[in-house]
Each structure stands twice: as structure tokens, then as C-alpha cells.
């Protein structure tokens, strides 16, 4: 949402290089979504919607071009604040969590089915609603509140919610179930990101968490968290890179970027509201607009990028019954295995054997982690028939 606030802006040169990591502009957003707030990536297609001042409504974009294929309306809802849109096998989550004033008791979740999204452009949806469990105050405080929120992902069997805390610049992780009721949102992990954090995707093809944000004079950044870490919703509690993306080309200070998604095991998008400000007779605006990121950390944990004929290891795949794992040396003994599925959620660990017995696993995508007693590790997408 475009904050009622004024920032004084120092814009400077600032190179973004962080090794082989690059952000491109793709297109200009159509004007019907200057302030496109979340993203998602499905059925090869781009999701996003505004944050408010609009109808319920999604708009589906063409990846190419940028023009909008559909639009379709959650007949159930109201369209108070959306701020960000998850999605797990079979479902697509709508947060309207936005809280700058920090007074609202109606923070809800929407929760439309895919099915219903892809054969009608009208949709009824669940709906969640849920409060912080630490959260006693609520008498309005414009932007000065740190039960904010700006972004959601589904990870394991949780929906996470990362606040926007204006206060202290951190953001907190919440955890509710992702069913229909009203529920208690549980704080599970904080950080402090020195800035504001405006959008989160997980990634599970790496394992990994990417959130998007910008700092108090505006200067847009990334958080990556690696999937080095604990088993439990801490997602904090791992390696946290940050990633600056202020560069005289594409991203300047000013930039209020929003929604992000992985489209592939190591891409994303990210997408720019429309912002407009004047300050001593000098108007600076900055169009809607959506820009492709590619992460060189994901490319270390990437699962299609790894060229398994080159390495010690070779993987029955896809699997029948029996996963099997061959070392072709002693170097690339086998610590642990595991199998998660494509939300994160662990199945199955098993340490110092190579086979795992997956007959009574459904058909579908799994992610092997392999860890070798040497302290590497390997990830692959395995297929079960």
C-alpha cells in the first residue's frame, strides 16, 4: 500500500553485485494493478492483486508480455487490505493482513480452491481469520505498530505470517493452521531485518525462504534463509543472507517492491508498486513494474541445475519401490537421508544406509536431501510411480 508519509530521500549511486545473482527489468505492469502487492506463479502464469482501493479481485498475467489473460473475483470477500498469496497443492491463500494502524480485529485469510480458480473467473472461498497472540493494544497507531503484515507462505502444515514492524524493524513469524477457523496466531521466529518486509516465498525446490522488503529511506532489499535449518517453524534460526538491489539500471532508492515467487528452481519475480512523490518542487515517480531475479544461492542447493553424471553419486529415478544410491567412491560416504515433500515437510530420515523404502509413498515429487560424512550435501527431485 502507498504510505501516507514522507521520506527524505539521498539517492547515491549503488552498485548491486552479489556474485553471479542478477536482477532484470521483464515489463511494465498494466495500470488496472499499480499497487500489485503479492505474486504467484501458477499454471505458467503470474498471479498478483492490488493492496487496496479495489474489488476483490485476482489478475492473471501473461509471463511474456505482461498483459492481463483474466480477472477473477473472490464473490465472498471484501478487499480491506491484501497484501500477499501463497498456494500448496490444491489450494490458493489470499492474505488480507495489511495493518498500518495496527486497530484491526478482521485480519482474514482467503483460501479459494485451484480447481475452482482455473474453470471459473468467479470464486467463493473460505475463510480464515485469526489475531496475534501477543497483541493486546489496539488503538490506532498509523505506522507505528509491529502487528503489521505484509506476507504469508505455506510451508509444512503452517501458514506463516511475517510481520512489518515498524517499530523496531524486525519482522516476526506467526504460524496458524491453514484450515478454515479462527485461530491464535503463534509467534515461532523473529529477525531482525533493519527494514520492512513486504513479501515471502518459499522456495521448495531448494528448500529455501526468499522475502522481499525495503529499508526506512527506501532502499529495496532481499533476506534469503537457506535450508540450513531447524526441523521446527523457526525459519530463522538457519543461515539469513541479505541481498542489496539498489542499482543505477533497474531498482532505484525509492523502489517499493512487494510480491515475489519462485517460477523455477533457482528464479523469481518480483514485482514494484507504482509511487509518486514531490519534495522541493521535484516530483519522483516510480512505474508499477515486474522485474526477473536470478539467485546464485539457489543455484548451490538447485535441483535441476545439478548434473548428477558428473558427480560420485548416482539415484534410482524415478522410484517403483526401493530409492537406491550408489557412491561411486569413498570420499561420498552417505551420512543421512531424508525425503520431504514439495511444502517442506519432512517424511522420512534415515542415517548411514543408501536405500529408502518408499512403496507405501502416494505417486508424485519428492525432494531427496542427501549429507555425506565429508559435510556436504546434495538435493534431487525424486519421482515416486
Known amino acids: 500500500m502507498i504510505k501516507k508519509h514522507v521520506y527524505i530521500y539521498c539517492f547515491f549511486l549503488s552498485i548491486y553485485c552479489f556474485g553471479q545473482s542478477t536482477i532484470e527489468e521483464k515489463f511494465e505492469l498494466p495500470d488496472e494493478i499499480k499497487e500489485t502487492s503479492g505474486l504467484l506463479f501458477f499454471n505458467e502464469k503470474i498471479i498478483t492483486h492490488n493492496d ?10 501473461d509471463t511474456i508480455n505482461g ?6 473475483t473472490i464473490t465472498n470477500a471484501t478487499h480491506t487490505d491484501w497484501e500477499d498469496i501463497s498456494q500448496d497443492d490444491t489450494h490458493i491463500f489470499i492474505a488480507d493482513i495489511g495493518n498500518n494502524n495496527g486497530d484491526r ?20 472461498a473460505e475463510i480464515i481469520t485469526f489475531s496475534y497472540e501477543d497483541q493486546t493494544d489496539f488503538s490506532s497507531q498509523p505506522n507505528n505498530t509491529n502487528f503489521d503484515a505484509e506476507a504469508i507462505a505455506v510451508y509444512q502444515d503452517s501458514l506463516l505470517i511475517f510481520t512489518k514492524n515498524w517499530v523496531d524493524n524486525k519482522t516476526n513469524a506467526y504460524a496458524i493452521p491453514k484450515i478454515l477457523g479462527n485461530h491464535i496466531a503463534e509467534k515461532v521466529s523473529s529477525y531482525d531485518v533493519q527494514g520492512l518486509i513486504t513479501g515471502v516465498t518459499y522456495n521448495p525446490y531448494t528448500d529455501a525462504f526468499l522475502f522481499s522488503g525495503y529499508s526506512s529511506i527506501l532502499l529495496p ?25 539498489v542499482n543505477s539500471i533497474y531498482l532505484e532508492q525509492g523502489s517499493q517492491i512487494e510480491g515475489i515467487a519462485f517460477f523455477s528452481p533457482t528464479k523469481y519475480y518480483i514485482s514494484r508498486e507504482y509511487f509518486s512523490s514531490s519534495m522541493a518542487g521535484i516530483t519522483l515517480t516510480f512505474d508499477q513494474k515486474l522485474y526477473e531475479f536470478y539467485n546464485e544461492l539457489d543455484y548451490l542447493l538447485s535441483t535441476s541445475d545439478i548434473d548428477l553424471s558428473k558427480s560420485s553419486i548416482q539415484i534410482s529415478n524415478p522410484v517403483e519401490e526401493e530409492l537406491k544410491i550408489f557412491p561411486k567412491n569413498k570420499t561420498q560416504e552417505i551420512l543421512s537421508l531424508s525425503i520431504d515433500d514439495i511444502h517442506g515437510k519432512k517424511l522420512f530420515f534415515v542415517e548411514n544406509q543408501n536405500t529408502i523404502n518408499m512403496r507405501g509413498f502416494s505417486s508424485g515429487l519428492y525432494f531427496l536431501k542427501i549429507r555425506f560424512k565429508s559435510g556436504e550435501f546434495l538435493i534431487k527431485k525424486i519421482i515416486k510411480k
Open 105 to 124: 480485529e478482521d485480519l482474514k485469510i482467503y483460501k479459494i480452491l485451484k480447481s475452482d480458480y482455473s474453470s471459473s473467473t468467479n470464486v467463493a
Open 52 to 61: 487496496s482501493g479495489d474489488g476483490p479481485y485476482l489478475y492473471e498475467i
Open 67 to 72: 498483459n492481463i489473460l483474466r480477472v477473477i
Open 221 to 245: 532489499f532481499l533476506i534469503y534463509i537457506d535450508q540450513n535449518r531447524p526441523s521446527s517453524l523457526d525459519v530463522f534460526g538457519g543461515s539469513v543472507t541479505r541481498i542489496n538491489l
